[in-house]
């Protein structure tokens, strides 16, 4: 339940009619390239990576569409297809955790990581 408030958390942080804040130089994602393709702990990794990058494409599309109701030559059709992409992104954001998640929960041996 929670996972899934954390979608709508982007649709949040602006109120109606505020514009979103122009970054100069947003920072690159950086996931560092060590460890096993089967090590848990690089997936979750790859994982945090894909799910920031899709947190930042759920922030332009919401700031596309509410660009788009303030313009009055754009229909309605376009700014329902922008939601319905941040939707689309929001659910693999979820999915995403979740499988985190279950990688976060895996055994640990004494003193290891």
Do not use: N, Y
Request: aromatic share 2%.
């Amino acid at each position: 339940m929670i996972l899934h408030a954390l979608a709508l958390l982007p649709a949040l942080w602006l109120a109606p009619g505020q514009e979103p804040q122009k970054k100069k130089d947003e920072a690159p994602v950086i996931v560092p390239l060590a460890g096993h393709a089967d090590d848990p702990h690089q997936q979750m990794l790859e994982l945090i990576g894909q799910v920031e990058r899709r947190l930042r494409q759920i922030d332009k599309l919401l700031g596309e569409a509410s660009a788009t109701q303030r313009d009055a030559a754009s229909s309605a059709a376009r700014t329902a297809e922008f939601v319905k992409r941040s939707q689309d992104e929001g659910r693999q954001v979820i999915e995403g955790i979740d499988k985190i998640l279950e990688l976060a929960d895996h055994p640990h041996q004494p003193g290891g990581s």
